[in-house]
Each structure stands twice: as C-alpha cells, then as structure tokens.
C-alpha cells in the first residue's frame, strides 16, 4: 500500500496489494468533475494524488488542479511527480555516463556512491544504437 496520505479518501484495492487513485471519487464528493477535464490534466491529477504527502504536493495543489479552467487559468506551479521515465538510446546513453562520473566523482571524495540514484525508477531502451563496423579480423578491435 502507499506510504503517501490519502486526504481526499482516492485511494482504492484494486486486488490484494494492489492499489490505484481512483479520479470518479473525487466527483462523488464534488471536488472535481473529471468529466470536463481534459485527459493531460487527468493525468496530472492523478500523480498529484499518489504523490500528496503535505510537503512536495499538497492538498491545495490537488484542488487547484481540480478546478482547473481553460479560459481562465490559475497562478502557481503544479508540483507534477513522474513514477517512472522511459529513455532511448540517444538520451539515456549520456544520462549513465554523466551517473557514472557522478558516482566516481562522490567515490573520489571517500563518500558512498549510491547515493547516486535516480528518484523514480528510469528503464533505457536500447534498440539500434550498436554497429559493428568491422568483425572478423585481428585488428577490428583496434580500428
């Protein structure tokens, strides 16, 4: 179960330990028509609930996004938090490189360099990034 609070009672089982931020709850107390909004805003609504700890993301966030409005757009920031993040080859190949120099860098000053990790879990998806351009011979493994 989530170690986040619930103050709006979303949270809902789906099945034994597995649970989901349910947005039709937050019609039934009138806080939201989710109907009207558009899906991107859903989305963000969502994550605003799973993430609403009373620090990073509050109980206003939430109500602010809920009365969200087109033609007349409210002031702040919406403190969106990803559960996850996909990269492809051509980012996520930097992205570990630019890890991997900051874990030396923290392991050079005698610290720990596990405490070099992403906040959310990240997947990198490598599909054509490898090319061989000689095999084979002797030398390949030089030129």
């Known amino acids: 179960m989530s170690s986040e609070i619930n103050p709006f009672n979303t949270l809902q089982l789906l099945k034994p330990n597995h649970y989901y ?18 899906i991107s805003i859903r989305i963000m609504l969502e994550s605003l609930l799973r993430f609403c700890d009373g620090q990073r993301v509050k109980e206003e966030d939430i109500l602010r996004l809920a009365h969200w409005n087109a033609k007349k757009p409210g002031e702040g920031d919406v403190p969106f938090v990803v559960s996850r993040v996909i990269l492809q080859d051509f980012t996520g190949v930097p992205l570990l490189v630019d890890l991997a120099a ?20 990240v997947d990198l998806v490598v599909d054509h990034s490898v090319q061989v351009d000689r095999a084979g011979t002797d030398d390949a493994f030089f030129i």
């Open 21 to 38: 931020y349910s947005l039709p709850k937050l019609d039934e107390q009138g806080i939201a028509s989710i109907g009207r909004l558009p």
């Open 102 to 121: 900051m874990r030396d860098a923290v392991a050079t000053l005698g610290l720990d360099a596990g405490m070099i990790e992403p906040d959310v879990p």
